[in-house]
């Protein structure tokens, strides 16, 4: 008997389908899960898939701003990068997942490119309803290398989602951010945090099962991918380039407590962002493993930057 798609329609995106790989069954709750193992892969992508919130960005309200509140968050250097980085991640996840040929994975990848593209279309809208000028937007160019172009978007998320997490955690608590925008941008984090958690899932499922000829050339992709981001964030925190301005924006995440008009130590920023990246990542199967260099980078310098204030005198 043939079985129908499942389709959700959106006026802003394009019609996402869920072929009937989609609804495969996940592992028994509480079951032993093998990492690499078929049950890893099924739990990873029915993560992606069950989670899924099919809120439509053409419905959000946006809230009227009070003018002082409005030009706080207009004038904050980061709209341009956040448009375009997501502009980049759609194209990149997509692309990527047109060479995928596992049924159920091309399902859940496929969630995460659209996911991806409505995070950008939220923010357009944003900046459309608040009056927010940006820079034209380049052309998104399809990557020569799909998979390292997926892993350095999925590897640059953990970096920059880890601080997201505690940026929006000190905006919520410092009043910058009014609760009205705080709702209305909590689905993008909490998809923020599933799509960490995907993305070192399958490259622990991929790296588990994929031919051992293979595994040298992707364990170099890996080492080139993170010597590409930590260069990248380095010099950014030296301010290089020409365009300071530029630099300002892209270097939001490690400067972001002071745009957001808060003065708080490094100590003090890091182990908010702990807490909330172990806060927002807590609900999910614990089967899953979730992402650990960055977080214990940030451990380990805590371990030389002295004690910090909790998190809640520190926001």
């Not at 530029?246 to 130590?265: D, M, P, R, Y």
């Not at 807490?275 to 371990?303: G, Q, S, W």
Request: aromatic share 10%; proline share 8%.
């Amino acid at each position: 008997m043939a079985t129908s798609l499942t389709t959700r329609r959106h006026p802003d995106l394009e019609p996402l389908a869920i072929s009937p790989a989609g609804f495969e069954a996940p592992p028994a709750p509480g079951a032993k899960i093998r990492m690499g193992s078929p049950e890893h892969k099924r739990l990873l992508s029915r993560m992606m898939l069950d989670s899924h919130d099919a809120y439509r960005p053409a419905l959000i309200h946006w809230p009227v701003l009070e003018p002082e509140t409005r030009d706080r968050i207009v004038s904050l250097p980061i709209w341009d990068i956040a448009v375009q980085t997501e502009g980049r991640a759609s194209m990149n996840v997509k692309t990527f997942n047109e060479q995928i040929d596992d049924p159920l994975l091309h399902e859940a990848i496929g969630m995460n490119a659209y996911e991806e593209r409505r995070h950008k279309i939220v923010l357009a809208d944003m900046v459309q309803a608040y009056g927010i000028e940006l820079e034209p937007e380049p052309a998104y160019v399809r990557p020569r290398d799909p998979e390292f172009a997926f892993m350095r978007t999925g590897y640059s998320e953990c970096i920059d989602s880890f601080f997201g997490f505690g940026l929006f955690k000190l905006a919520k608590d410092t009043g910058f951010f009014p609760d009205e925008l705080i709702d209305t941008f909590e689905p993008v984090m909490r998809e923020e945090g599933r799509h960490i958690l995907f993305f070192v899932n399958w490259v622990a499922w991929w790296r588990a099962t994929m031919p051992w000829w293979r595994r040298p050339y992707f364990e170099a992709k890996v080492l080139l991918v993170w010597a590409f981001l930590i260069g990248e964030r380095i010099s950014l925190a030296k301010g290089m380039g020409k365009d300071n301005t530029k630099a300002q924006e892209n270097n939001f995440t490690l400067n972001g407590s002071k745009e957001l008009g808060v003065e708080v130590s490094f100590p003090e920023l890091a182990a908010i962002c702990l807490a909330e990246n172990d806060r927002r990542l807590a609900p999910y199967d614990p089967r899953l493993i979730r992402p650990k260099f960055v977080p214990a980078m940030m451990r380990l310098a805590l371990k030389f930057a002295g004690k910090p204030k909790s998190a809640g005198a520190a926001a």
